[in-house]
């Protein structure tokens, strides 16, 4: 068995040095004028800035936790371990993807000059490096604790899981409060009140809108996809050795995750624009992905002796990525039938705008849901319960890809911010914007993926949860159950409220400052002064910081207070009441504010009177009401989903104890 790990770690390694590669040869492109270069630093010291402040927050909790479980849990020490290698890994996957993200924005916006490909190479491989980040330090990481870890102390995996899920919640909560809130403040003043162009530099809460861009959408989206990439790995592993007992199933999970990588790698070359379709140059990268993964896992089935009927579920998880990303994009697409309703009724005021947003996000849950039982189905009638671990991996092997057209969002954002800050002509813009518009989709559509990888992940987590506390049936006519489902039901929604409060706080000091300095700085609105952006830099970033500790403890503390006075049935029945809750009401958020955001740009394109008509005024309010929908909320309940889980089967032994109840 352990041949197989060393497949993976040199998976691993092969990622971190293709991540290594694509760096280098993104940052050796030119990066434009000195003007571009002032914002393009402002915004890169703003986000670095958030990330160490985050840094210090992550250090508080991560050592009260290591406190607690060398000193409280059996073999404290290795799970210690194995905790402090899963969030050291997630944490440098945000910082190092980040970091490239936003060195990339100004070599994609100085690369719009020589054409849109040459634009659109530059965004993809800088992207490239957060996704293949993500994936090597998962693959190395878990790797060594599989060489240092016996086949019967595979429990104490968990530990890796749950420091990926500690990062995720910081990064992707914070970030998600850090990104709406300057972007809500940037869209209230800047366009409704001043009627101001989108990133214009005289807007003081542009350069924070930029930097929530990178610290959101690429440091949060990171770490949530490497925590789903995680935690899936080793529930696949524990269900195999409690289920299966092969040397095949515990190599299996891995060998498939290590083939996502060689696919992934392969599929960045089919991505290619060509007659101006960069849809469809994206679309080509992920099928290609996707056919050479399944034909790769085939072999691999075939060459580990693994049975047959674990490489349906596999397929099956490879099919709902596709199936997860087209969905989403064919309810919040650029120009989607859904938009274009949207969009519509803008012309009807602001609140047409957001009752027909919100109908597309409620309606755009149906299809997301029948494809994951679909899977489920197929997947357990293959292989049991392993068989849903598997096709989980499946899913999430193709992490590098997705994550890599992830992190294209925001850069294209922040080159299209550069390019319309520094004045550069016309024809950039031009390019510029449609990337920004493709990745305003990619951004949504990986969202999709994201919510869809933590509803499996989080089932596979639920089969080692009950593996680990002795739970073979949860009596449904037991109060204790029911208590617990109707508490895990309403944790999604409390979660999600303290979020998009602190987004409306936040947003609302963005608004004051944007105001002040409209106000008391003389020359700012005819371009003869400069805003204070990095006061408006420190607003977000602060309250940010302080926002997301209650978030925090809810989800970390609920489980274990469930468990401690209701006990291990209890516990279950939270654990099935949060898994569909979380992830119905996170498809609904994420896809209702996409609609409304793609719905403004709809119109910014000239459709309904264009900027600056009444049609696009509603539909930026339309637009600020789907942003901590779409951004904050919804994608945190991945996050969420997965703390949750992991603490509940981390503290398993503790929960044994109420066994009887």
């Not at 409280?72 to 190092?96: C, D, H, K, P, R």
């Not at 940037?186 to 929530?212: F, M, S, W």
């Not at 891995?254 to 991505?271: D, E, L, N, R």
């Not at 994206?282 to 790769?296: C, F, P, R, T």
């Amino acid at each position: 068995m352990a041949t197989f790990f060393y497949y993976s770690l040199a998976a691993g390694i092969i990622a971190v040095l293709f991540a290594v590669l694509t760096a280098y040869t993104t940052l050796k492109k030119p990066t434009g004028n000195e003007k571009m270069r002032g914002i393009a630093q402002a915004i890169k010291e703003g986000a670095t800035a958030y990330l160490n402040r985050q840094m210090k927050t992550i250090l508080i909790f991560g050592i009260i936790l290591s406190i607690i479980f060398y000193f409280f849990l059996g073999n404290g020490a290795s799970i210690v371990i194995a905790f402090i290698v899963g969030a050291v890994a997630s944490y440098l996957t945000a910082y190092l993807g980040m970091n490239v993200a936003v060195r990339s924005n100004i070599r994609t916006a100085q690369a719009a000059t020589k054409g849109l490909d040459s634009a659109f190479r530059t965004a993809l491989f800088g992207g490239s490096v957060t996704g293949f980040a993500a994936v090597g330090f998962g693959l190395i990481g878990l790797s060594a604790l599989l060489m240092l870890f016996t086949t019967s102390q595979l429990q104490l995996l968990i530990g890796f899981g749950f420091g990926a899920s500690l990062v995720s919640l910081f990064a992707r909560v914070g970030g998600g409060i850090y990104t709406k809130a300057a972007d809500v403040g940037a869209d209230l003043v800047g366009k409704t009140e001043l009627n101001l162009p989108e990133d214009d530099p005289r807007n003081p809460a542009v350069i924070a809108d930029n930097v929530g861009d990178n610290v959101g959408d690429c440091a949060g989206m990171a770490a949530d996809v490497f925590e789903s990439y995680a935690v899936t790995l080793v529930a696949a592993l524990l269900i195999a050795f409690a289920f299966v007992k092969t040397d095949a199933s515990y190599a299996y999970p891995i060998i498939v995750a290590s083939i996502g990588v060689v696919a992934s790698i392969v599929s960045m070359y089919f991505m290619k624009v060509k007659n101006g379709n960069v849809t469809r140059a994206l679309y080509i990268g992920i099928g290609g992905a996707l056919v050479l993964a399944a034909i790769l896992d085939y072999g691999a089935t075939i060459y580990t002796g693994a049975s047959m009927t674990y490489y349906i579920p596999v397929l099956a998880g490879l099919i709902i990525a596709f199936a997860l990303f087209a969905i989403t994009d064919y309810y919040t697409g650029n120009n989607a039938k859904s938009v274009i309703k949207v969009a519509t009724a803008a012309k009807g005021g602001a609140g047409t705008d957001v009752i027909l947003g919100l109908a597309v996000g409620l309606r755009s849950t149906w299809v997301p849901l029948l494809l994951v039982v679909a899977g489920i189905l197929v997947s357990y009638a293959e292989a049991g319960v392993y068989g849903i671990g598997i096709a989980a991996v499946g899913m999430l092997s193709l992490t590098a890809t997705i994550l890599t057209i992830d992190s294209f969002g925001p850069i294209t954002d922040n080159a299209g911010g550069i390019a319309e800050m520094s004045g550069l002509p016309h024809s950039v813009r031009k390019i510029t914007d449609k990337l920004d518009a493709i990745g305003n989709m990619t951004k949504a559509t990986t969202k999709g993926f994201a919510i869809g990888g933590a509803a499996l992940s989080a089932i596979a987590l639920f089969v080692a949860f009950a593996q680990a506390v002795n739970l073979t049936t949860l009596n449904i006519l037991n109060p204790l159950v029911v208590v617990g489902i109707f508490i895990g039901a309403l944790l999604p929604f409390v979660f999600s409220s303290f979020l998009m409060e602190s987004v409306g706080y936040a947003a609302n000091l963005m608004v004051e400052e944007v105001r002040r300095q409209v106000r008391t700085i003389k020359g700012l609105l005819q371009g003869k002064a400069k805003p204070d952006y990095a006061k408006v830099v420190d607003i977000a970033t602060v309250t940010a910081l302080k926002s997301l500790i209650i978030p925090e403890l809810i989800a970390i503390v609920t489980p274990i207070a469930v468990g401690l006075v209701l006990g291990r049935s209890a516990l279950g029945g939270l654990l099935v009441g949060m898994i569909p809750a979380s992830f119905m009401l996170a498809l609904f958020m994420a896809n209702s504010g996409a609609a409304m955001d793609n719905a403004k740009k709809y119109v910014e394109e000239g459709n309904f009177g264009g900027k600056g008509s009444d049609a696009h005024k509603a539909a930026v309010v339309g637009d600020t009401v789907g942003d901590p929908l779409k951004d904050t909320a919804g994608p945190s309940l991945n996050s969420m989903i997965k703390v949750v889980s992991t603490i509940s089967i981390l503290l398993a032994p503790v929960f044994i104890v109420y066994a009887a109840m």
